[in-house]
């Protein structure tokens, strides 16, 4: 046999060499996390929680093309006189502040009146405190993207109502409303018209922000058909709500 070192003897040499390098290397590891793990852990955990501070700050500060943020289900920042509508879509909601509502002399809030499902949507809804008040109550509440000429054409356009209503236009509390006033015999258990009662509505809108408008809807208790509420009657509690209503 020649002098020298054997193959397998060099190889053996070769893996012992490797496996004290990688203890070496396991050795200086565990030594670098005795001494640094702590901060490590710390600086990884500062590092999640920034991220995650990032995030909700901007859910909580941040909304698309000047609408209200939602937070964790809930408009932040909304007044509860506000009136809100959603702007977007269903799946991509914006919410925006159509109008601000304060409350009419005579009339209280009813907290327990809500008309639309999606539970962001805020109009309101005041009644009178007044038990013989000409009207059962007052509502205001956003229309998203219809003009004020458009949606009084929509709702006349239902024809539940009678007589021949007329559209009309005024410069009301500092607002521009197009408005009409209706009549209505009311409607028996069957469902069938009552010919002994009635009740009376006037119906306004006036345009806001983002092609929208605002909807003010003062509307009579249902009483007997002599006693029904004429328009100058109806448009004195409108004027009353017409007074407390800013526009953004």
Sequence with gaps: MAHGKSYRVIQAEKRNAEKAAQ???????????QKNGRRIVWGCLFVLVLAALVVFGIQYFYAPDGSIPVFFGNLRGAEDTWVVSNLGTDKEPRYYKLAEVKTPEGYRVDSEYNAS?????RGRHFIPEDPDSPAGSLHVTGVAGRNAGDMLDIYLGYSMYDGEPE?????IGGLHVRYAYIWSRGFADDGSKDEN?????????????????????????TVPIGEVPDEETLMREAEKLLRCITLP
Excluded: C, H, W
Aim: glycine content about 2%; aromatic content about 6%; proline content about 4%.
């Design 23 to 33: 203890k070496a290397r396991e050795a200086r590891k565990r030594e670098f996390m």
């Design 117 to 121: 499902r999606d539970p962001l949507t």
């Design 167 to 171: 559209k009309k236009e005024a410069d």
């Design 197 to 221: 009662n009635g009740f009376s509505m006037l119906t306004m809108y006036t345009d806001t922000i983002r092609d929208s408008s605002v909807l003010i809807a003062v509307q009579s208790p």
